[in-house]
């Protein structure tokens, strides 16, 4: 949306201060996204942290939330809360947005607190790093690149269907070598959703859009490479993850 707005400024009539002003308020705008997406991965891991130490002190609780009735529900409750959270930002505030998303990447933070018990802290902090740089990068392609993505994305989105069925799948064959294969395939889904999310961010940017439209727009934005993040980091940590 910028690239098109700078380079047609002169024949619409609106000049280079137009065109500045837009790519101005485009950078202004994902520098707001990337602050939401941050923070809601620091609210996860800050979350997980804690109750990982909580669990460690008291094994009568771990068992009691990751078996039976309650784990199904500490699985489902982020699961209904991104469902709900797509279906209706477009009707929210935006305050009302930015808090959902934050109590979403809370309750994924509680079910993924286990993974501290399972990993040794300093792989969890090198697969974090990792990602994070894998991430930066794939989104700045993203946002840089001329070439459109969503052909890519759409294939991205039916091998993201077809991971989560084969991880089901596999919870009853117990494959070491689909599980193996099921994580790179991961990480390569989710690295292209990244760059293509991260494209549809900056093309859904309009310089005319009220404070209202804006806000909502940055929480979805921030919502998508959440979710992008958070995956590509577990299935990294799947297969370079040091076990306890």
Do not use: C
């Amino acid at each position: 949306m910028s690239d098109f707005d700078r380079n047609s400024s002169a024949v619409r009539g609106f000049g280079a201060d137009r065109a500045v002003a837009i790519d101005a308020g485009l950078r202004a705008h994902m520098i707001r996204v990337y602050n939401y997406m941050a923070a809601s991965v620091a609210i996860t891991g800050v979350v997980s942290l804690l109750v990982a130490q909580w669990l460690a002190n008291d094994p009568a609780l771990m068992r009691t939330l990751y078996s039976g009735p309650a784990a199904l529900l500490v699985f489902l409750v982020p699961l209904g809360i991104s469902f709900f959270l797509g279906f209706r930002i477009h009707t929210m505030q935006p305050a009302t947005a930015r808090a959902v998303l934050f109590f979403y990447a809370a309750s994924v933070g509680l079910m993924l607190a286990p993974i501290f018990l399972i990993y040794t802290s300093t792989s969890i902090a090198r697969v974090f790093f990792i990602t994070a740089a894998a991430f930066g990068g794939l989104s700045l392609y993203g946002y840089t690149t001329q070439r459109n993505l969503a052909p890519m994305g759409a294939f991205m989105m039916m091998g993201a269907i077809g991971i989560f069925i084969a991880i089901l799948v596999n919870m009853f064959l117990k494959s070491s070598g689909l599980d193996f294969a099921i994580s790179v395939i991961g990480v390569i889904v989710f690295a292209g959703l990244t760059a293509w999310h991260t494209q549809e961010i900056k093309e859904m940017y309009e310089p005319m859009d009220d404070g209202t439209v804006a806000g909502r727009k940055a929480v979805l934005g921030a919502w998508m490479l959440y979710a992008d993040f958070v995956n590509m980091f577990l299935f990294l940590l799947r297969l370079f993850g040091e076990r306890r």
